[in-house]
């Protein structure tokens, strides 16, 4: 079925840029709505950020708006988060996923099954 493979994610100094990768296959992905979550070391996983189908609407969590920026690319089954101004409090395993309505906030508990993710570091 569905498979998701994050990519991407480094070791930056606070105050650089990342920009994550989605690789979506099994799935034509303009059918879903796509999100990114992140999961701290001894904290539960945590929503980031979430698009339409269409790439028009989108929402983030408020840690990171403004810094952080999510978009796609349907032709290519892709989707990508942007993420800029890093801060130490960044640093996580981030996941996409994908579920066909679109809300401004997607609960992590929702979702049944997960990529391996892609590690983000940021150092201060």
């Known amino acids: 079925q569905v498979q998701l493979v994050e990519s991407g994610g480094g070791l930056v100094q606070a105050g650089g840029s990342l920009r994550l990768s989605c690789a979506a296959s099994?799935?034509?992905?303009?059918?879903?709505?796509m999100a990114w979550f992140r999961q701290a070391p001894g904290k539960e996983r945590e929503f980031v950020a979430v698009?339409?189908?269409?790439?028009?609407?989108?929402n983030y969590v408020d840690s990171v708006k403004g810094r952080f920026t999510i978009s796609r690319n349907n032709a290519k089954n892709m989707g990508y988060l942007q993420m800029n101004n890093l801060k130490p409090e960044d640093t996580a395993v981030y996941y996409c996923?994908?579920?066909?309505?679109?809300?401004?906030?997607?609960?992590?508990?929702?979702?049944?099954?997960w990529g391996q993710g892609t590690q983000v570091t940021v150092s201060s």
């Open positions: 698009s339409s189908r269409d790439g028009f609407f989108t």
């Open positions: 099994g799935r034509t992905l303009s059918n879903y709505s």
């Open positions: 996923n994908t579920r066909p309505s679109y809300s401004g906030y997607f609960d992590p508990a929702d979702f049944a099954s």
